[in-house]
């Protein structure tokens, strides 16, 4: 049977119990849409573990009979998010001896995890290079590199991370160079700064960008970057 974790919300305004009247609460469930304190809703036994430790965490909540999510609202996101458990006392010091125990382990695990995922971002990067040269053969190499690692770059969403990049789609690696020529070749951040909006700024500067695209493919090559002969 799955489990069903009660959820304990930080408020962002001072609340008070509706059973006890005690308050300010610093953390509380809602109850037919009214504010119930720790101890009324039987979780005031429970301790906080702050969310950061993946495995003190997880060994917290197995051994813990009772848990709870904790969540206060992010207004800028408009979303709830994760701020800890609730566990039981007995089980966080479980878990932290536990944890102590094969620290150095998890230690070198985590190094070893680092060290792959290290390698795996600079291939990324150095085939995605090799491609951006493979079509703009007359680029200077370290612009080149420089759109390579920005285009790449971990957690930044670029195009190197999407699909398209990794995959070296002609349209997802054209359009990173693209991206790079507007905002160093071209006045395209200054007309953002002075309000002229996005769209306008990248039509008005269209030609000058296709200029520099055709000089840095092959000679004699069409429009998409593939050699005629």
């Not at 904790?70 to 479980?94: F, I, K, P, S, W």
């Not at 000679?219 to 998409?224: E, H, I, L, V």
């Amino acid at each position: 049977m799955d489990l069903v974790a009660p959820v304990v919300v930080e408020p962002l305004r001072r609340r008070r119990c509706s059973e006890c009247l005690q308050g300010p609460l610093d953390r509380m469930i809602v109850e037919f849409n009214a504010p119930v304190c720790l101890d009324c809703a039987d979780l005031g036994h429970l301790v906080f573990l702050r969310r950061g430790d993946t495995a003190l965490t997880r060994r917290a909540r197995e051994g813990s009979t009772l848990w709870a999510v904790v969540v206060r609202h992010n207004r800028r996101r408009t979303r709830y998010e994760r701020q800890g458990l609730l566990v039981e006392e007995a089980a966080l010091a479980e878990a932290e001896l536990s944890c102590l125990a094969d620290a150095e382990a998890r230690a070198r695990r985590r190094a070893r995890d680092a060290a792959r995922r290290a390698a795996l971002d600079v291939e990324i990067t150095e085939v995605l290079r090799a491609e951006i040269l493979r079509l703009f053969p007359s680029i200077p190499a370290d612009r080149a590199t420089e759109i390579a690692v920005h285009a790449s770059a971990k957690g930044s969403g670029r195009v190197g991370r999407t699909a398209a990049g990794r995959s070296l789609d002609r349209g997802a690696v054209t359009a990173a160079v693209r991206a790079s020529v507007r905002h160093v070749d071209t006045p395209y951040d200054t007309l953002l700064m002075q309000g002229v909006p996005r769209h306008q700024a990248r039509t008005r500067l269209a030609p000058a960008i296709e200029a520099v695209l055709r000089a840095w493919r092959r000679d004699g090559a069409d429009a998409d970057g593939r050699g005629r002969g």
